[in-house]
């Protein structure tokens, strides 16, 4: 396991998909029936940007730290943003910073969201992060944590007891392999728990193998699946070598079976996003892979 989440945490891959993680949280926080949220890969849930192995990278200067200098230039930032940098902004201020210096991971974003009567189950299987995270949340009774495959995991706690849930999966696509393992899961996991709300990471840096995924996807009889994608503007090779951060360009999250209306606030989002987030604008897609 050599994926270490240090060098791309606060990214705009990380704004993105936890963005839009949040917003698919107080989507289910909207009935007041208890949920469960399983984050399959959920690394160590801090990061601290001052350190070396951030800075080598340097990728959260094209991604939150940009996003935090809007917030203190303009007031008119859509609520689905500020609800996101408020959570950022809390979690600095509960480590003492005034300015952003840690960047919270998709654990500790959906822990704020929680509620009183939900619940959270993290897996994580490096051997170091692990006790980062069970250290964490030792004595949260909302919390469990467990050093495990993420797709072990879904086999392990699904269906949750609530009947409701949240199953956030964000590979670090180490392997080859990792789309047909996650479609292969993805399958066993809604035939344990069909009604369970799915959200689904993914880069999309070789569009062959993304447009294979879709179309496996779109044959294998999962039905309700919305596919979002965020692109950061196309750069001339010059530029790209000059940018701050990753090659990376592209990333999509699937999301199976959809809170009522969360199409509109991803729409919602990411346009504000793409238009705003860079110049020259940025391009999204939210699109029904498979409808209903
Ligand atoms: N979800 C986190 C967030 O949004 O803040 C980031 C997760 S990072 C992209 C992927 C994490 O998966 C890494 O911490 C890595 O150690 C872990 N990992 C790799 N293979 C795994 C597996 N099979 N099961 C569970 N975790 C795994």
Not at 112 to 134: A, F, N, S
Not at 224 to 229: N, R, S
Request: hydrophobic share 40%; charged share 20%; aromatic share 12%.
């Amino acid at each position: 396991m050599n994926y270490r989440h240090i060098y791309h945490a606060g990214n705009f891959a990380d704004v993105f998909k936890h963005m839009l993680l949040i917003t698919l949280i107080r989507s289910l926080s909207a009935k007041d029936k208890p949920f469960c949220y399983l984050d399959t890969h959920a690394g160590i849930s801090h990061y601290d940007l001052q350190t070396e192995a951030a800075q080598k990278t340097n990728e959260a200067k094209a991604g939150i730290f940009r996003l935090w200098d809007m917030l203190q230039t303009s007031s008119l930032l859509p609520e689905p943003i500020t609800d996101y940098l408020e959570l950022v902004r809390l979690w600095n201020k509960q480590h003492g910073q005034l300015q952003l210096r840690f960047y919270p991971g998709s654990p500790v974003l959906a822990r704020y969201c929680l509620r009183q009567q939900d619940r959270m189950i993290l897996t994580e299987m490096h051997p170091e992060d692990i006790l980062v995270l069970k250290q964490q949340y030792a004595g949260d009774k909302s919390v469990a944590v467990h050093h495990l495959n993420g797709y072990q995991g879904m086999k392990a706690f699904l269906p949750p007891r609530e009947g409701r849930g949240l199953v956030f999966i964000d590979p670090p696509f180490e392997n080859t392999d990792e789309f047909a393992l996650l479609l292969q899961h993805l399958q066993l996991a809604l035939q344990r728990f069909s009604s369970g709300v799915y959200a689904i990471w993914y880069p999309i840096k070789s569009l062959a193998s993304v447009k294979r995924f879709y179309r496996e996807l779109k044959a294998s009889g999962i039905r309700k699946i919305l596919c979002c994608e965020f692109h950061l503007p196309k750069l001339t090779d010059n530029a790209l070598a000059l940018a701050a951060g990753s090659k990376l360009r592209s990333s999509g999250i699937l999301v199976i079976n959809p809170p009522w209306h969360w199409e509109d606030t991803a729409n919602k989002v990411l346009s504000w996003l793409s238009q705003n987030f860079t110049k020259p604008s940025g391009s999204y897609q939210v699109e029904w892979l498979v409808p209903e």
